[in-house]
């Protein structure tokens, strides 16, 4: 018997070696039915990867497949402290040492990924996968603008378990000297949320008005006649009544991608909220101060003031939401809650934080 496999973390698609006395690559391979071509390609990848030739006795090797049973990763101990880390992303093979820290307890692996470009290109350097990379951008997306909050030296620390999404995430920004931290825990319908060390989401929540109005004057409605138009037309928004100068909130934390007349919304604000949510409040008669395109704004911040600018028949705000670029209606959709750990699940939350915690 020349192979085995040994971990308690070893799921489905997750297989784990210990190199027996004859172990090759190819054997592991071809009881994985991987084709020989792909280990070939793998191997002139990179030349480190020549390493893979001659594997030494006792040490572990990890292949990770995707649920399509194609080769996804590898990783190979070569000595106490140091991995040899390949991924494959579409047809090319990235190649990585990970440093594994003397405590991180088995079972879990670090990757680094240092910030020079952008996290797309820097994290991708780093042997991440597409998806994991789209994972990091949405589970920061409240806290970071991934645009202008990156600088260089800045670094994502990716703490993997083996399982099909990281079990942590931690951005440290070094001239900020600030780090926000994302741990993951599956709930018992096998869903990954990610929470900060308190057991807290990370994603905000919403306000239901964008402000003290007398009444809505007009609904969300496929069909309304419109008073200056003098047609019918839909009206995905909602249109609140209120007095002229009545101030206007951000419904929720966000980032201003625009502030400026915007024809028929005359003096319009739109803020972007997250990686999917976006809400325009228009017809203002004037703007806060001290807001520009890029700045952050907190929920029930004041933005600006009701007006009658643009095509407006009398001061009122018009306001949308805009979900994955779709609008809804802001009065029924029902809009991201803060959620937190269940205090039933809290200890064990705990516990894990302090584990990976302990580890870096
Ligand atoms: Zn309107």
Same mark, same amino acid.
């Given at each position: 018997m020349f192979f085995s496999t040994v971990s308690a973390y070893a799921g489905n698609n997750t297989h784990h070696f210990v190199v027996k006395r004859g172990d090759s690559l190819s054997q592991y391979f071809s009881k994985l039915g991987l084709s020989n071509r792909l280990l070939v390609n793998l191997l002139f990848a990179n030349k480190n990867? !020549?390493? @893979?030739? #001659?594997?030494?006795?006792?040490?572990?090797?990890?292949?990770?497949?995707?649920?399509? #049973?194609?080769?996804?990763?590898?990783?190979?101990?070569? +000595?106490?402290?140091?991995?040899?880390?390949?991924? @494959?992303?579409?047809?090319?093979?990235?190649?990585?040492? +990970? #440093?594994?820290? !003397?405590?991180?307890?088995?079972?879990?692996?670090t990757t680094v990924v240092n910030i020079n470009h952008s996290f797309g290109i820097d994290a991708q350097k780093s042997g991440v996968g597409f998806s994991t990379i789209n994972l990091i951008v949405k589970v920061f997306s409240w806290q970071l603008n991934f645009n202008t909050d990156l600088k260089k030296g800045d670094r994502f620390i990716i703490i993997n378990d083996f399982g099909e999404k990281p079990a942590a995430i931690i951005y440290q920004s070094i001239v900020k000297n600030k780090s926000i931290e994302a741990f993951a825990y599956k709930n018992k319908h096998g869903h990954? %949320?990610?929470? +900060?060390?308190?057991?807290?989401?990370?994603?905000?929540?919403?306000?239901?008005?964008?402000?003290?109005?007398? #009444?809505?004057s007009s609904k969300f409605q496929l069909r309304r006649y419109h008073p200056i138009l003098k047609t019918w037309r839909p009206h995905r928004a909602i249109d609140y009544a209120a007095s002229y100068? =009545?101030?206007?909130?951000?419904? &929720? +934390?966000?980032?201003? =991608?625009?502030?400026?007349?915007?024809? &028929? @919304?005359?003096? &319009?604000?739109?803020?972007?909220?997250?990686? %999917?949510?976006?809400?325009?409040?228009?017809?203002?008669?004037?703007?806060? !101060?001290?807001?520009?395109?890029?700045?952050?704004?907190?929920?029930?911040?004041?933005?600006?003031?009701?007006?009658? =600018?643009?095509?407006?028949?009398? &001061?009122?705000?018009?306001?949308?939401?805009?979900?994955?670029?779709?609008?809804?209606?802001? @009065?029924?959709?029902?809009?991201?809650?803060?959620?937190?750990?269940s205090y039933a699940n809290l200890q064990d939350f705990k516990a894990k934080v302090s584990n990976i915690l302990t580890s870096l």
């Open positions: 990867n !020549k390493k @893979l030739n #001659r594997l030494t006795i006792g040490h572990k090797l990890t292949i990770r497949l995707h649920n399509n #049973r194609q080769f996804k990763s590898l990783t190979y101990q070569l +000595n106490r402290k140091i991995s040899l880390n390949i991924v @494959l992303n579409g047809h090319y093979f990235s190649t990585i040492f +990970n #440093r594994q820290s !003397k405590q991180m307890p088995s079972g879990l692996s990954v %949320d990610y929470f +900060n060390r308190f057991g807290h989401s990370l994603s905000a929540s919403f306000l239901r008005a964008p402000l003290k109005y007398k #009444r809505v100068g =009545t101030p206007v909130y951000s419904t &929720a +934390n966000g980032v201003i =991608t625009t502030k400026g007349r915007k024809g &028929a @919304l005359g003096k &319009a604000i739109i803020i972007q909220h997250g990686f %999917d949510y976006t809400t325009v409040y228009a017809h203002l008669s004037k703007y806060a !101060k001290n807001l520009y395109k890029g700045k952050k704004v907190k929920k029930g911040q004041i933005i600006g003031y009701v007006g009658s =600018t643009g095509r407006s028949t009398g &001061a009122h705000l018009h306001y949308e939401l805009h979900y994955k670029g779709k609008r809804r209606n802001p @009065l029924t959709y029902k809009l991201p809650i803060q959620k937190s750990i």
